[in-house]
C-alpha cells in the first residue's frame, strides 16, 4: 500500500540554523500539507500546496517557513532561522482530492524536530 | 470557539468491550467531513473513518463505526472488540468547505488517550 515518507525522523540543530524537512508524498496524490504538533498539544495546520502554489496557511506558517516541490516527488519544508518553539513533530500529508469522494489525507511517520 | 472539541482526555476500557469517543463540531459551512484518526505511542498518524457532512448513514470501517449525529454536531468514534492494539491517541478532525482549488486544512481536537486493559 502507497505511503507517505518523512526523512529524517528526527533533526536536532542550533537556534537560528536553518533546516529543511523531507517529505514524498503518495504518487498520484494531487494536494500537499504540513502538520506540526507541539508535544503532548493538538495537531495544528501550517501549509497546503496544491498546483505548484500555497494554497492555505496558518498565522503560524510566517516568513520563515517556506514550502516547495522541487520535482515530481519531493515535498519540503524549511524553518529559515529556527528558535526554541519551532521544536515539534512535524507531519507531512498528502490527499487526492475528488468532489464526491472520500477526501482523507494520508499522513507520514512525522520528523521530530529539536531546537537547542 | 473550539471548532472541535474532545472532553475525554483519558479513558479505559476492558480488551473486547466496545467504546465510544466523543467528538463535538463547530461549523456554519453545511459542506464538511469529518475525520478520526489514531496515534499510537509511535507517532505516526493513521487514518481511521470518515463521514460526510452530506452522507445519509453512518460510516463504518471494520471495527470502527461514527455515532453521527448532525443536529447535535457530534461524531463519535466507537470501536467495537477491543484490542490491546488499540491502545492509543485519537483524534478528531474536520475539513469545511468545498473550494474547488482549495487543500482544505484539518481543524484537529485535543485528543484522547484510549488505554485498554488486558
Known amino acids: 500500500e502507497p505511503e507517505v515518507t518523512q526523512t529524517p525522523s528526527h533533526q536536532v540543530t542550533q537556534m537560528g540554523q536553518e533546516v529543511i524537512l523531507r517529505c514524498v508524498p503518495i504518487s498520484n496524490h494531487l494536494y500537499f500539507y504540513w502538520y506540526r504538533q507541539i508535544l503532548g498539544q493538538k495537531v495544528e495546520f501550517l501549509v497546503s500546496?496544491?498546483?505548484?502554489?500555497?494554497?492555505?496557511k496558518s498565522e503560524i506558517f510566517d516568513d520563515q517557513f517556506s514550502v516547495e516541490r522541487p520535482d515530481g516527488s519531493n515535498f519540503t519544508l524549511k524553518i529559515r532561522s529556527t528558535k526554541l518553539e519551532d521544536s515539534a513533530m512535524y507531519f507531512c500529508?498528502?490527499?487526492?482530492?475528488?468532489?464526491?469522494?472520500?477526501?482523507?489525507?494520508?499522513f507520514g511517520p512525522g520528523t521530530r524536530l529539536t531546537v537547542l | 470557539a473550539q471548532k472541535i472539541t474532545q472532553t475525554q482526555p483519558g479513558m479505559f476500557v476492558q480488551e473486547k468491550e466496545a467504546v465510544t469517543l466523543d467528538c463535538t463540531y463547530d461549523t456554519s459551512d453545511p459542506s464538511y467531513g469529518l475525520f478520526w484518526y489514531k496515534q499510537p505511542s509511535s507517532g505516526e498518524m493513521i487514518f481511521l473513518i470518515y463521514?460526510?457532512?452530506?452522507?445519509?448513514q453512518n460510516a463504518t470501517e471494520g471495527r470502527y463505526s461514527l455515532n453521527f449525529q448532525k443536529a447535535r454536531k457530534s461524531a463519535n468514534l466507537v470501536i467495537s472488540a477491543s484490542q490491546l492494539g488499540d491502545s492509543a491517541m485519537y483524534f478528531c478532525a474536520m475539513r469545511e468547505g468545498r473550494r474547488s482549488n482549495a487543500g482544505n486544512m484539518l481543524t484537529f481536537g485535543g485528543g484522547t488517550r484510549l488505554m485498554v486493559k488486558p
Open positions: 500529508a498528502s490527499s487526492l482530492y475528488r468532489t464526491s469522494q472520500r477526501r482523507a489525507q494520508y
Open positions: 500546496f496544491y498546483n505548484n502554489e500555497i494554497s492555505e
Open positions: 463521514q460526510g457532512s452530506y452522507d445519509q
